[in-house]
C-alpha cells in the first residue's frame, strides 16, 4: 500500500513531522510502527519507526531525528533496534547531515510517499531548494536462484553459535534457492544480546536434515528467527539541487572493501531524442564494486529536459518529475 502527501504545504520542520498529515502520520497510515520515542518534544523529536516490509517478512528499522538549530531532519537506519536498550545495530547514517533532509523554517512544500518497504521524501525550500531524501529495503537484483531468504531455528549442539561451522535454519526453508560457494548474510535479531551481522560462504547443503555447512567457522551466537539473506542490510540515501542522490556510508553491506562507494548511476537518454514525448524510466541501480545489490524503490532516474513537478505515467503507475540541476537527469517518485 503506497501512502502519498502530494504538493502540501509545511509551517515549518515541526508542522512536516507532526502534522496531521506529516512524516509521523505517513510513516504509520503506511504500515510501519512506532517502536521507540526517545524524544517527542518539538524541535527535537528522535523517534524509531520498524516496518516488516510490504512481504511481512523484512525487519526495517528507520530513525528519525529533529534537529532543531540546523532545522534538519536526520535518518539513521538499523539491522536491528533494541528498545529495551535504546540502542540500534549495523547503523547506516549519521548526524553530520550526510543523510539529512534539510528543512526550512521559512515554509516547505512536500511530495512524500511511503509504503511498508521505504519512504521517500522531496522538500522544496523557500529559496526553491529541492532536498530529497529515500530510506528503507532496497529491491535486491540477485538472480532467482541467489535471492533465497529464511532464518535460523536457534542455537542446538554444534549449530548457530561462536566457533561451529553449520546453521541449521527454518523447517520448510526452499534449499533449491541456495548453491554452494554462495555468500550469506546472518543478521541477529534477538532481544536476549546485541545484534550482529556477518558474512558466510556456503561449503554443502543438507536440505533433509535442514543443515548449511559453512566454510569457516561462525564469529556471533545467533538466536531463534536470525535473519538468513543475500542482503538484510537497510539503505539511507539524500540529496539536493546540486546534483544527485548519495549514499550513506556503509550503504550496501556493512563497511566491506567490496561493497564501498556505493552510488546510483544512470546512463541518460536526452527527451530530444526520443518520439511521441516518450520518457524513459530508469531503476536506480545501487553499485558496488563487484555487482549490483539492489534497486531503489519509489524513486525512478529520468533524462534531462523536463520541468520540475511535471506529472509523468508508466503503466498505471504515476509520479511527479523534479530536475537534479544537471542537464542530463532527474528524478522522478511514485506517488500511485
Known sequence: MLVSVLNQAFTDVDDLIDAANGLNATLL???????EEIDGDPTEQD?????TGEDSTEAAYLRVTHDGPNDRIHFRAYSWWDAAGSTGYNEVGDLLGDTCLQGDDAGMTVWMVANKNALGIVAESSTSVYNRFFGGLMTRQEPTQQSGRTTLQGPASGYNSQGEDKLLVAIGTDFSSFSVDQYLWLVNQHASGPATVERVQILGLDAPAHTIYLTTDLVYDYQAGALVGTDPQPMVLWGDTSGTFTGAVPTA???LDDYEDTALYIEAVHI?????DAVPMFDPLLVGEEYFPGTCPLIVLTPGGLAD??????????YVHFDEGMTSRGIALRTS
Request: no cysteine; hydrophobic share 35%; net charge negative.
Open 272 to 276: 530530444e531524442s526520443l518520439p511521441n
Open 253 to 255: 553491506l556493512h563497511n
Open 309 to 318: 513537478e511535471d506529472d509523468l505515467v508508466d503503466g498505471t503507475a504515476n
Open 47 to 51: 523517534r524509531v519507526y520498524k516496518s
Open 29 to 35: 497510515a503506511a504500515g510501519w510502527t512506532l517502536l
